[in-house]
Each structure stands twice: as C-alpha cells, then as structure tokens.
C-alpha cells in the first residue's frame, strides 16, 4: 500500500511539473504571438506610411526590373498622359521614352542594374500617351528586392524647365551674334577707314620727308619719326582688328586661326610653352561654334597671361561627332573658385565663357585651386540647335 501510494504521489508530481512548463510554453507561445501580431501592425502600418508617402509624392516614382514596370505610382503614370497607374501594369519603360533617347536610355538603366558607374541623374524626351514629346529629369538608383538588383527611379517632368532655358538659350545666342556682328563691323571700319586714312598720313609724310631740301635734316628726322609712329599705329590697329573679328576665322575655319592667334601669343608671351593640339577636323564647325571656341581660348589665355603666372600651357582640341571637346590646362597659381567672381576682370571672363558655352547648349568645367593651376573642358554639340545631342559627362 504504501508503495502504490509513493507511486501515485510521483505520477502527481509528474504531472505537475509537465503542466507547469506546458503552461510556460503556451505563455511563451502567447508572447510570440502577441510580439508577431505586433510586427505585422508595424509592418502594415510602415507599408501604408510609405504607400501613402510614394501616392502623395510629386515625383513619379517607378521600379523597374531590366525594362519591366513591375510598379509606378499615380503620378509616374499621370507624367506620361496616363490617369491610373493601372494603365502601365505589364508595361516596360522603353515604351515611354522617345526613340532619339531610347538606346541610351536603356543601355543606363541595365548597366546601373549590373552595378556599373552610370550617371545618377539626368534628361531624356519622354513620350506621353497622346504622342506628345515631353522632357523628363531622371533620378535612379540600384536597390535589391527579394534577391533581385532592381532600378529605383524618380521622375519629374521639366518640359517648361527645359522650353525656358531653350528660349534663354536662344535669346542669349541672338545677343551674342549681335555683338559679334558688331565687332566685324567695328573691325572692318578700323581696318578700313582708319588704314586707308594711315596709308595716306605714311605716303604724305613720305613725300615730304623726300621733297624737303638740303639743311632741313631736323624737319627731315621728325617726318621720319612720325612715318615710325604711323607704322606702329597701324600695327595696333591692325592687332585690334584681329582681337575684335579676325578675318581668317570667317576665310578658313577654326583650327588655322587658332594656329595663328597662339602664334601671335607665343611672341608677346616669352618664356611661355604653349602646346596646342587639334584632331578630328575634316570638315568646318557651324560658325556660332567656331566663334565661342574662339573667344573661349581668347578668354583663357587672356587670363593666363595676367593672373596665372603659368610656365607650360596646354590647348587639345577635339571633333568627335556629334560633339567638339576643348581642353585646357596651365601649371600657374590657381586661384579659389569661389572667390574669383571677386577679382574683377578674372570673374567677368569666367562668366563671359560660361555664358558663351551655355548660349550654344554646351557644357563647361573650370577647376583650379590656389598652386594646382586651372583646368578648363568645355563640350558643345557639334549642331547648337540640338543640344540634347550632347551626352558627355563633365564629372570625373
């Protein structure tokens, strides 16, 4: 009896203990459910915050696995002439860019999925429903979901950006024209009126050097030196022809009067290397290009000789269509970007290049440091009424 009774006292305590630790495992099990539920209200609660953020935002914003479409928000679709985002399901982002962009459009956006180098932001002709052409800013970038490389995009649509600057573009090209104009007429006129008026003072003083008798050595000197003065006078007149329009830019293009303008420079500047390169140039640059490539290494050298104290210097020059790149560097003393708008004469060329550069839809670079010389890249499009032709990107 006794034995049956310890049996049963074991069983009992058996039990209890399986109840406790089944109750602390239900306990546990509650907690885990409770902590779950938790989560899943966060998670839902995060998704909709975010759903709400991306509906709400205003820029379009798209993910897109190679060219698919796999989600874009109402405003992706209302950019693009579509009123619910419905519309694009099963759709592909190639669909929506126009075909003068598609190609390089699509070569990015697979080559930021494969983690290659590509640029983070730019433009390129969208095309809407209706056939309409519009200018789309692109920003992208590389993000993994569920082990896939996606492309995140926002998107925003700068069609009236982009007329805007068109027609600054195209008033600060009429401007520019109007001024070039008139100094190949101011230039024509000096070399003209003033030449022939020289011409005429240097035979008179010529003929009365000769005709004057013996013994007046004296008057006969002084006509000799104002026929030297008249000499020089013309000399200036005629570098400041040259500074204003030379006529060798309209006659022979380019590269040859680059040619002669570093040559010229190289006699005033002694004890300056100037190294000037030009390749590609088989045929003629439209003339509004010719002219700003002109004055910007007008402009450059201009700034080298007064402010840079440079020993080497170094012009390449480029024709790759559809694009023209120029590159120049010195070895001077550089200065602070952000300070030179200060310096008077040095801040007004820099923003007479830019806005130059600018007014043919091209692009420029000025680097420089104070003992690190300057740098100066400038690409324009070979054709200025079609700057999107121009790709090339000035980072780096």
């Known amino acids: 009896m006794p034995l049956r009774i310890d049996f049963y006292r074991e069983r009992q305590s058996l039990i209890t203990t399986h109840a406790a ?39 379009g914003v798209g993910i897109i696995r190679e060219d698919d479409l796999t989600f ?107 001024i070039e104009d008139e100094r190949k007429r101011l230039a024509v006129d000096l070399h003209d009126e003033f030449g022939q008026a020289l011409t005429g003072l240097h035979l008179g003083l010529q003929t009365l050097a000769h005709s ?36 060798m830019l309209d006659d022979l293009g380019l590269v040859p009067t680059l040619g002669w303008y570093i040559d010229e420079f190289r006699g005033r500047m002694r004890g300056v290397e100037i190294d000037f390169q030009a390749v590609g140039f088989k045929r003629r640059l439209p003339p509004q290009v010719e002219i700003v490539l002109y004055r910007i290494v007008q402009e450059g050298l201009n700034n080298m000789a007064k402010h840079s104290r440079a020993k080497q210097v170094s012009l390449r020059l480029t024709y790759s269509h559809p694009q023209v ?24 060329g820099l923003i007479g290049m830019r806005e130059r550069v600018a007014s043919v839809g091209g692009l ?7 003992g690190q010389g300057t740098k100066i890249r400038v690409i324009l499009p070979v054709s200025p009424d079609h700057p999107d032709e121009l790709m090339t990107d000035l980072g780096g």
Request: aromatic share 8%.
């Open 21 to 59: 630790e089944l109750e602390k495992k239900v306990r546990e099990l509650e907690q885990e459910i409770a902590r779950r539920e938790a989560a899943e209200a966060q998670l839902i609660e995060s998704e909709e915050r975010y759903r709400t953020a991306i509906e709400s935002s205003s820029d």
């Open 72 to 178: 874009v928000n109402r405003k992706f679709a209302n950019i693009f002439g579509y009123e619910h985002p419905e519309a694009l399901s099963g759709g592909t982002l190639s669909q929506l860019v126009y075909a003068d962009d598609r190609a390089r459009v699509m070569e990015m956006t697979l080559r930021r999925q494969r983690g290659e180098m590509t640029p983070t932001r730019y433009d390129f002709k969208g095309l809407r429903k209706d056939g309409r052409i519009i200018y789309v800013e692109i920003s992208a970038t590389k993000i993994n979901y569920q082990g896939e490389a996606l492309s995140l995009a926002f998107l925003r649509d700068v069609t009236e950006r982009r007329q805007a600057e068109n027609e600054i573009r195209r008033l600060s090209r009429r401007l520019i024209a109007s």
């Open 212 to 247: 004057l008798p013996e013994g007046y050595e004296g008057p006969r000197e002084k006509c000799f030196q104002l026929i030297k003065l008249t000499e020089e006078l013309a000399d200036n007149i005629r570098n400041v022809c040259s500074e204003l329009r030379p006529d």
């Open 325 to 348: 790149i120029f590159f120049m560097t010195d070895d001077g003393v550089g200065f602070d970007p952000a300070e030179s708008p200060g310096q008077a004469r040095k801040g007004i």
């Open 364 to 370: 420029i670079d000025i680097r420089s440091s104070p």
